[in-house]
C-alpha cells in the first residue's frame, strides 16, 4: 500500500461522539486526500491536502474537519458523528499534481451507532 | 456529483476469457486513469492515459480513450479467477482533483 497506513482499522462509536481518523505516509507525497465509499456513490472525495497547513474542501466536506501539520500526517475528525457518516474511509496520497496517480491506504471501517 | 460512469455493473466471465469495461465521463479530463480494489482492500492504480492519447498497453491490461464521445475503455486479456475485483475509471481535471465513477464488479470463474 505505498506506504500508507491508516488507523484505527476498524471503529464503533456512538452518535454525537467525536472521531478522529489518522493518516500517515512514509513516501514524503506533497498531496492527501481523505474519501469515503459507500455502496452505490463509489468514492467520493471529503477534503484534501496540498501542503503542510494547505487543505481544501472535497466534494462532501459538511460534518468533517482535517488538519494537517506535518507533511507525514492527515488527520481527519468527525466532530459529532453521525449515522450517516457509517462508511468505509480511505486515505490517498500523490506525489505531483493532484490530478496524477493516487496511492491508497487500506482503509478505515467507521460504524456510527 | 460522480463524473466517469463505469457499464456495466456487474460482469462475470470465465477464466480465460476478456473482460471488457467501459466509462464514461461529462467534461474535459486531463487524464483518465483505472484502479482496481479487491474485496476489503484499498484501491490500486492500474493505469492511466492522457487525454491525448487513444490507447495504452500494461501487461494484460488495454485501456482506449476517446475524449470526442467522452469514453474510455479498459480490456482485460485471458482473464485468471484473481482478477477478480471491481474497477473503477477516474477523470483528472483541470480542477485538480480525481472523480471516480461507482464501479464495475468482475468476477471471473474458475
Known amino acids: 500500500d505505498a506506504g500508507i497506513t491508516q488507523s484505527p482499522r476498524h471503529k464503533v462509536t456512538e452518535t454525537g461522539t467525536p472521531v478522529t481518523l489518522r493518516c500517515h505516509q512514509t513516501e514524503n507525497h506533497r498531496y492527501m486526500y481523505w474519501y469515503r465509499q459507500d455502496p452505490g456513490h463509489g468514492l467520493r472525495l471529503i477534503h484534501y491536502s496540498y501542503g503542510v497547513k494547505d487543505t481544501d474542501k472535497g466534494e462532501v466536506s459538511d460534518g468533517y474537519s482535517v488538519s494537517r501539520s506535518k507533511t507525514e500526517d492527515f488527520l481527519l475528525t468527525l466532530e459529532s458523528a453521525t449515522s450517516s457518516q457509517t462508511s468505509v474511509y480511505f486515505c490517498?496520497?500523490?506525489?505531483?499534481?493532484?490530478?496524477?496517480?493516487?496511492?491508497f491506504g487500506p482503509g478505515t471501517r467507521l460504524l456510527v451507532l | 456529483s460522480q463524473q466517469g460512469e463505469e457499464d456495466p455493473q456487474a460482469l462475470s466471465i470465465q477464466e480465460g476469457e476478456n473482460a471488457t469495461m467501459n466509462c464514461s465521463y461529462k467534461t474535459s479530463i486531463n487524464n483518465l486513469q483505472w484502479y482496481r480494489q479487491n474485496s476489503g482492500r484499498g484501491l490500486v492504480h492500474l493505469i492511466l492515459i492522457r487525454s491525448n492519447e487513444r490507447e495504452k498497453h500494461s501487461g494484460r491490461l488495454r485501456v482506449t480513450l476517446d475524449t470526442s464521445k467522452k469514453s474510455s475503455s479498459l480490456l482485460i486479456t485471458a482473464s485468471r479467477a484473481a482478477d477478480t475485483a471491481s474497477y473503477f475509471c477516474a477523470t483528472g481535471n483541470q480542477g485538480g482533483k480525481l472523480i471516480f465513477g461507482q464501479g464495475t464488479e468482475l468476477s471471473v470463474k474458475p
Open positions: 490517498a496520497i500523490s506525489e505531483s499534481t493532484a490530478h496524477e496517480t493516487q496511492y
